[in-house]
């Protein structure tokens, strides 16, 4: 779990891991365990310590939107890993992706194909509020391509927006 940030982090990116409350001990376990200085030694990296840049933990929960000024929008870049798995989650990951982001952000999401309609509502979702393109396979490692692992960088569409109904509305 947030095996992308952790390696973000090890590059020196200020990462922070985000998912529901009742995920964030086992994800803040991971962090102590693995990108702390003290854990960092104890794996013998010590060279890699200095190049760390910082992880922190918090709760965000798509659906409220309350939550979303907490964690000090805007970020420049936005890496969201395998978090699209319910049809019904779409509208609340992608008014999420536009809550926390300005239109020079970039957004890198990557995702196990699951499920056709899933797959669907996100390409749905997305159209006239992002621009998508899908990363190509020949752009992957060979060592972990896979046909069902999607790779898209979206970047806001203009200035898009939703509208109280969930609608798209470009202003």
């Not at 060279?47 to 922190?56: E, K, N």
């Not at 939703?162 to 509305?169: E, L």
Request: charged letters at 15%.
């Amino acid at each position: 779990m947030g095996l992308a940030g952790a390696a973000m982090a090890l590059m020196g990116a200020h990462v922070t891991f985000t998912d529901l409350e009742s995920v964030l001990p086992l994800l803040r376990q991971n962090v102590q365990n693995n990108l702390t200085p003290s854990a960092l030694r104890l794996s013998g990296a010590d060279a890699a310590a200095a190049r760390v840049g910082t992880a922190s933990v918090a709760p965000l929960d798509w659906a409220d939107a309350a939550a979303y000024a907490s964690l000090g929008p805007p970020f420049p870049f936005l890496l969201a890993a395998d978090c699209i798995y319910a049809e019904g989650a779409v509208p609340h990951f992608l008014a999420t992706l536009l809550a926390l982001t300005v239109p020079s952000s970039r957004i890198l999401v990557t995702n196990e194909f699951r499920s056709a309609s899933v797959h669907a509502a996100f390409l749905a979702g997305c159209e006239g509020v992002f621009t998508l393109r899908r990363v190509p396979v020949s752009k992957l490692d060979p060592a972990y391509e896979h046909p069902a692992i999607h790779i898209y960088a979206l970047s806001r569409a203009r200035q898009a927006v939703r509208d109280q109904s969930g609608r798209s509305v470009l202003t």
